[in-house]
């Protein structure tokens, strides 16, 4: 609307134009609040990410040192074992053991059992 149009207007019809405005003004600030809010919100969600990312990561070196440690507590009672399986002389046992195979004790013929019965 010009300068010209508005001069022509009457005192209500320049109080009409007025409130239509400012109704254009509240509806545009609260429009800009929920914006606001919506970036807000998005804002959060995207440093909790940030943070998920991290929290994970850092689970994941946990487990990674957990198992590192795992590991080498089974090397070195791995270890052990072999040390007194040869001092016992049962080296060719352990090393069944070590593959998978059935122990030597489970193979041993129904005339030893007797024997070591005997032996009690």
């Not at 909790?48 to 990312?53: E, Q």
């Not at 590192?68 to 069944?96: P, S």
Request: hydrophobic share 40%.
């Amino acid at each position: 609307m010009t300068d010209k149009e508005l001069r022509k207007l009457n005192r209500s019809e320049l109080l009409e134009l007025m409130l239509e405005q400012s109704r254009e003004i509240d509806r545009l600030q609260a429009e800009l609040e929920e914006t606001r809010e919506a970036l807000q919100e998005r804002n959060l969600k995207i440093e909790s990410c940030g943070s998920i990312a991290e929290a994970a990561a850092e689970v994941n070196s946990l487990f990674h040192a957990a198992q590192r440690a795992a590991d080498m507590y089974l090397l070195n009672v791995q270890r052990i074992c072999a040390e007194k399986a040869e001092e016992a002389g049962k080296t060719e046992q352990w090393q069944d053991v070590l593959r998978g195979v059935e122990p030597a004790a489970k193979k041993i013929s129904p005339e030893e059992k007797g024997e070591a019965a005997d032996d009690r």
